[in-house]
């Protein structure tokens, strides 16, 4: 569960997949995730969950008792209708931690506990000793709980990219106990989305996806999910704002007061025709827990990179080669169109398929493949949802006269090399000023230093500049820079390279996310003057 903490006036984001579980291997008694035995499906519902599987049919809701009824009596019936499509998941993956000696237990690195058992002489704990950061390190079985939901009768499955990535083993527990494992079909970070897949001798009861534009702020929306590990959980809010944006080129989250905690992460966001509207992913807190403010990746959104994960295993998003920005009232008026006109502004034009059409710095962008487009948001989407290759019109204004360009889009994903070798070599840990921070890759030597896991991938922040606006965020010497636009680094150039997508996206700051003393947290930097 993506977790945007609140901190004196400021937002600070953190992310955490579900809840995280470390046993050590080999240690005895090692913890589990707490059991739950459902028992709120009656037979005869069961019967039709899987009377609907068989005749490869979606659960829906039970018809409405009174259509003009503005508070349902209850939720039960249509709780009771989709939860058996909804699951449980838990990851396994084995990771490096610290040891505390012959006969200590293993906890996570920065674990509160640690610290408990060491002040309270645990054996094999003393103070600065195995467990103190630089000492040795052992091999630890990491888990991390979350939830999903299944969206076919052959058992495709879809939830957050955060929990199931760098994940060993992945186990799907349905709401009759059932478990079995899963396979990962395809991913995309961009959206936090990922497609899994289980294999079953028979039809899986599911869900499938409704129309979230059509969502309305008041509407009941009830969130199914595994909070806190406590698995098979429901509770229920309102659409209280929709097209958030948080952190991605591609968000458009439904905000819910609906409960959402850790470990909801992947969960369904139900309308009450029993439609999935939303994927749980993300919650605003001071303090980790729920206080009403849930974020849900739009169904429009996920329905689409799902279709393409299932289709080709990753995503196969349109390229235009433009960098952009919002046309304001005082732009429009000095480029002498309406001032009420409004559309996406090229400021620069690079090799590429708007090059090859001849569009240029200045032009402004109204349409595209037909639709109108209202702001830099609106054309990255449309651009996205395009598929590359194929030849669409694009409507522009240039010296105040409308013109029609045909372009035939490239294909995002090769155009910033995912998927190519520069995105797993490190580069040499020289230093590099940006955003007003010193940075350079971690390497073990420096993780060592910091106390931090080997294995930890980022940059580190060597120093801050008092009057920059990284100290203005409260980055300070030693936070390690993991993420940037939901994107992991592990060079100074990938960070470059998102914030140069951030700008080409028209976005004014960029989302990163840094760990410090073991704790993440997500911070916006301003990136128009840095």
Request: proline share 6%.
């Amino acid at each position: 569960m993506r977790t945007i903490r609140m901190k004196s006036s400021s937002k600070k984001f953190l992310t955490a997949s579900a809840i995280a579980l470390s046993l050590g291997l080999g240690v005895a008694g090692a913890q589990q995730a707490i059991e739950t035995a459902p028992s709120d499906i009656s037979p005869e519902v069961q019967q039709q969950a899987q009377e609907a599987a068989n005749q490869n049919q979606p659960l829906t809701a039970p018809e409405a008792k009174a259509p003009g009824q503005v508070m349902p009596d209850s939720f039960a019936d249509l709780v009771e209708r989709v939860a058996p499509a909804v699951v449980n998941i838990t990851t396994t993956s084995v990771v490096s931690q610290p040891t505390f000696g012959q006969g200590g237990p293993n906890f996570p690195e920065g674990s509160p506990f640690s610290d408990l058992f060491r002040d309270f002489g645990f054996p094999g704990m003393p103070e600065g000793g195995p467990g103190a950061p630089g000492g040795p390190r052992g091999q630890q079985r990491s888990n991390a709980l979350g939830s999903g939901f299944v969206i076919s009768a052959d058992g495709f499955i879809v939830t957050n990219n955060h929990v199931i990535e760098g994940a060993d083993e992945i186990e799907i527990e349905f709401y009759s106990g059932e478990t079995l494992p899963a396979k990962v079909i395809g991913t995309d970070p961009k959206t936090d989305i990922a497609l899994l897949k289980v294999e079953h001798d028979q039809n899986l009861p599911f869900v499938e996806f409704g129309d979230s534009d059509s969502a309305r702020m008041g509407d009941w929306v009830p969130a199914l999910g595994n909070p806190l590990g406590q698995g098979f959980s429901a509770s229920t809010g309102i659409v209280s704002a929709r097209n958030r944006e948080l952190s991605g080129t591609y968000d458009d989250y439904l905000q819910t007061d609906a409960a959402i905690n850790r470990g909801n992460s992947g969960g369904p966001l139900f309308n009450m025709d029993g439609k999935v509207i939303g994927v749980n992913t993300a919650i605003l807190s001071p303090n980790g827990g729920s206080i009403g403010i849930g974020f849900s990746m739009a169904s429009n959104v996920v329905d689409k990179v799902v279709n393409q994960l299932q289709e080709f295993g990753e995503t196969r998003r349109g390229w235009l080669g433009v960098t952009i920005q919002d046309v304001t009232p005082d732009m429009a008026e000095a480029l002498g169109v309406g001032d009420d006109t409004k559309g996406a502004m090229i400021t620069e034009v690079m090799d590429g398929p708007a090059k090859a059409a001849e569009l240029q710095a200045g032009d402004v962008i109204v349409e595209f493949a037909g639709g109108a487009v209202d702001d830099t948001r609106s054309l990255v989407r449309r651009v996205a949802d395009s598929p590359a290759g194929e030849p669409v019109d694009v409507v522009i204004l240039r010296d105040g006269e409308r013109m029609t360009k045909q372009v035939t889009l490239g294909r995002r994903e090769l155009a910033e090399g995912e998927g190519g070798a520069s995105s797993v070599t490190s580069e040499a840990p020289g230093a590099s000023d940006m955003m007003g921070m010193t940075l350079s890759t971690l390497t073990p030597e420096i993780a060592a230093e910091l106390g931090v896991s080997p294995d930890l991938k980022g940059l580190v922040v060597r120093e801050v500049a008092a009057d920059g606006v990284a100290a203005e965020k409260g980055l300070a010497a030693g936070d390690v820079i993991v993420e940037a636009g939901q994107q992991p680094l592990v060079a100074v150039s990938d960070l470059e390279t998102q914030v140069n997508d951030a700008r080409e996206a028209g976005r004014k700051s960029i989302l990163l996310l840094i760990r410090r003393a073991g704790e993440p947290r997500f911070v916006a930097l301003p990136i128009q003057d840095s």
